[in-house]
């Protein structure tokens, strides 16, 4: 990055970073609202808010997209469903801390796998980040002592390697392509509301969206707002501004720091208590995602005609990936 674009971005990195800082609070918020029984309904909820303020601002670029494309996004949508659900549930289960933490390998999963696509070899020192980032996340399930890992950390690690799947069907999908960010996050977030919908009419799969909103207090539907006008508009439209204006890669660093953050907020304000193995593996996953993070742009020439580097997933594909 060169100095002018580095000047150019100063101005917008503080909403790119306030947006990875709601983004690490939103495992907190998520387990403030949900519980076990709750999880679908919840998903229902939190997206009648936001999906119809997505459909409104979007609606022109909408219409203006193709059949083919349509059905691409909607496709894609039922992935963004399983990443939502294997979220949702794993919060409930675990702390926020770990839940931040353990969905951070996404940044190396997404890479390796790209690489074994490809048939394509990573810098050696992605390769010990990764490993140093996967280490740390097994300590982090350890706690206070060397214990079998919760379900809730087994449910975030499928969630990391779902979202992994999702960013590269993304990118590999041609029915997507040429369709606007917005309208490809819209369409996708309506098919996996429309998934949750079917769900939450499935007996067995929990309370009804109707009876967990009638149970709901003052601070729960705060919460709920939160996720929805925060967690999902604020940062979806953040971003979109932000990579107009300065680089995707700087957005993508910043954005980085998510994980940070759900440590930060997971001890401070929820009073997690990792133990000192967790805290070692906090660590070594903060330093192994960032370490990765900044060489997986470096190529490694494996002839003189070949560079290898990494993709870093789209800013609209990261946006309808999160399940905060």
């Avoid at 309208?183 to 009419?201: D, E, H, K, R």
């Avoid at 954005?255 to 070692?280: H, K, N, Q, S």
């Amino acid at each position: 990055m060169d100095v002018t674009t580095a000047r150019a971005g100063r101005p917008v990195d503080l909403p790119v970073l306030l947006v990875a800082v709601v983004w690490g609070s939103s495992y907190l918020a998520a387990k403030g609202v949900t519980t076990a029984h709750t999880v679908v309904a919840v998903l229902v909820l939190r997206f009648a808010v936001a999906l119809p303020v997505l459909v409104l601002t979007g609606w022109r670029r909408l219409r203006a997209l193709s059949a083919v494309q349509v059905r691409g996004a909607l496709r894609l949508g039922l992935i963004l469903s399983v990443i939502f659900l294997l979220e949702t549930y794993g919060v409930v289960h675990t702390s926020a801390t770990n839940a931040g933490l353990i969905i951070s390998l996404t940044m190396v999963f997404t890479p390796l796998a790209e690489s074994r696509l490809s048939g394509t070899r990573l810098p050696a020192p992605f390769l010990a980040a990764a490993a140093l980032s996967v280490l740390g996340v097994a300590l982090l399930t350890q706690g206070a002592g060397f214990t079998s890992p919760s379900a809730g950390d087994l449910l975030m690690l499928g969630a990391a390697l779902a979202r992994t799947a999702h960013v590269l069907v993304m990118a590999r999908s041609r029915s997507v392509r040429g369709a606007d960010a917005l309208s490809l996050t819209t369409l996708q977030l309506g098919g996996a509301v429309a998934v949750f919908c079917v769900l939450s009419a499935v007996p067995g799969t929990g309370a009804s969206p109707w009876a967990t909103a009638s149970g709901f207090g003052a601070g729960d539907w705060l919460g709920l707002l939160y996720l929805s006008a925060f967690c999902t508009l604020f940062a979806f439209f953040v971003q979109m501004w932000a990579v107009r204006r300065t680089s995707p890669s700087r957005v993508s660093l910043l954005l980085g720091t998510e994980p940070l953050w759900a440590a930060v907020i997971g001890i401070a304000a929820a009073g997690d208590r990792p133990g000192w193995f967790g805290l070692a593996g906090a660590l070594l996953v903060l330093v192994g995602t960032a370490w990765g993070r900044t060489v997986t742009g470096r190529p490694v020439r494996e002839h003189p005609e070949e560079q290898v580097s990494a993709p870093a997933p789209a800013p609209a594909a990261d946006a309808a990936a999160r399940a905060e």
